[in-house]
Nanobody, 123 residues
Framework: QVQLVESGGGLVQAGGSLRLSCAVS????????MAWFRQVSGSEREFVAT????????NIADSVKGRFTISRDNAKNTMYLQMNSLKSDDTAVYYC????????????????WGQGTQVTVSS
């Protein structure tokens, strides 16, 4: 059984930073492509960033490019999302997701999900 657990969310002022973590247990972490998505209540789930199994490939949504960085540490079974220059529009529940294939930006292609962590940016 695969489990994904996010942490690191919270309340931050606009312009501040947060780092989200996603710890994965179960099947070897290095076999999963990973991604971050976010969702505001009443809206569709939005792609944020994805990373391939080795970390060599990344794709970042245009809305956060230049501010957010995705990374992974396969030795620690953990993925990260470094979020800088946060804006009020970044307020959402952030989810990590995993799939046993290549990295992709479509949420419906991901098989495993965490429970989500709330990020609130105050202006």
């Amino acid at each position: 059984q695969v489990q994904l657990v996010e942490s690191g969310g919270g309340l931050v002022q606009a312009g501040g930073s947060l780092r989200l973590s996603c710890a994965v247990s179960g099947r070897p972490f290095s076999t999963y492509a990973m991604a971050w998505f976010r969702q505001v209540s009443g809206s569709e789930r939005e792609f944020v960033a994805t990373i391939g199994t080795t970390g060599d490939f990344t794709n970042i949504a245009d809305s956060v490019k230049g501010r957010f960085t995705i990374s992974r540490d396969n030795a620690k079974n953990t993925m990260y999302l470094q979020m800088n220059s946060l804006k009020s529009d970044d307020t959402a529940v952030y989810y990590c997701a995993a799939r046993l294939a290549w990295a992709t930006s479509e949420w419906w292609n991901y098989e495993y999900w965490g429970q989500g962590t709330q990020v609130t940016v105050s202006s």
